[in-house]
């Protein structure tokens, strides 16, 4: 059985009294937690607030963004090894945001998710497909290549460190969820995709669900079979939402 993960990726938004309302609230109000991982993505910045606060609390913090290279003169970037650094555990790779506004392909995505994974880093790998395509009837094509790319390129033992993120581009920040079965079948489609490569590992890797995750769809489309958890960008931002959502990852486990 795999176990549920609630992370929250708060894009460009928080600051450090952000960091300290939220953690004091959500720790007084989920308290101990065992039966399902939880996980905030905040800004590089407040990454080492962000893991100060939540030291010990069983939250894993980590990037939303991560350089492809592992040193030198690349101005501007964070190396998978300073991330490590200042205790965070994982990083997001392939976000639509990322892919659509700064231009990261396919292989990029595949530098940067071996970077991470060289480090020891755990990846969220995001993949999509935007309206034009679901309504090309392209949904298979696109997740299958973004997924085959990175599968095809890594061995079983880096994989154990990729979770998936189906996020349809069309569903991200715009209230518009896919339906509980749109995310089965595509969460059932890219299970199958995985057991193609290993059977063992396909029944292990968690595939979690992002767009438009809201308290009140929550838990029907955490319920699926192939939905492991989901990636919860606007509602994670507000702590009573994001609360709500990890009850529901519980009441659905
Ligand atoms: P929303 O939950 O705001 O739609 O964002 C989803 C997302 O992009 C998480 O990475």
Redesign the pocket.
């Known amino acids: 059985m795999r176990r549920k993960l609630v992370a929250g ?1 708060w ?1 460009m938004n928080g600051s450090k009294a952000f960091i300290n309302d939220f953690q004091k609230e959500f720790s007084a109000t989920v308290g101990e937690f065992s039966q399902v991982d939880v996980a905030l993505f905040p800004p590089s910045l407040l990454i080492c607030d962000a893991a100060k606060h939540f030291a010990s609390s069983g939250v894993v913090i980590g990037a939303q963004n991560v350089s492809q290279f592992e040193n030198g003169a690349y101005t501007g970037e964070i190396s998978a090894a300073m991330l490590l650094d200042v205790a965070c555990d994982a990083v ?1 790779v392939g ?3 990322r892919r659509a506004l700064f231009g990261e392909d396919d292989c990029v995505v595949l530098s940067k998710v071996r970077a991470a994974i060289d480090v020891g880093l755990a990846v969220i790998l ?1 993949v999509g497909e935007t309206l034009l395509e679901r309504e090309s009837a392209l949904v298979e094509e696109v997740i299958s290549r973004q997924i085959k790319f990175v599968l095809n390129a890594l061995t079983l033992d880096e994989l154990s460190k990729v979770t998936i ?1 189906y ?1 349809p581009v069309w ?4 209230g518009e969820t896919a339906t509980p079965e749109q995310a089965q079948q595509v969460h059932a489609f890219i299970r199958g995709l995985v057991a193609e490569k290993d059977q063992a590992l396909s029944s292990k890797m968690r595939i979690l669900y ?4 809201k308290p009140d769809n929550a838990e029907e489309i955490f319920s699926k079979p192939d939905v492991d958890g989901g ?5 994670s931002l507000l702590v009573a939402d994001f609360v709500s959502i990890v009850r529901s990852a519980i009441k659905a486990s």
Not at 210 to 213: A, E, R
Not at 231 to 235: K, M
């Open positions: 990726n894009k997001l976000h639509s945001e995001c993120a996020e569903a991200i920040g715009t992002g767009g438009s995750v990636l919860i960008g606007g509602a």
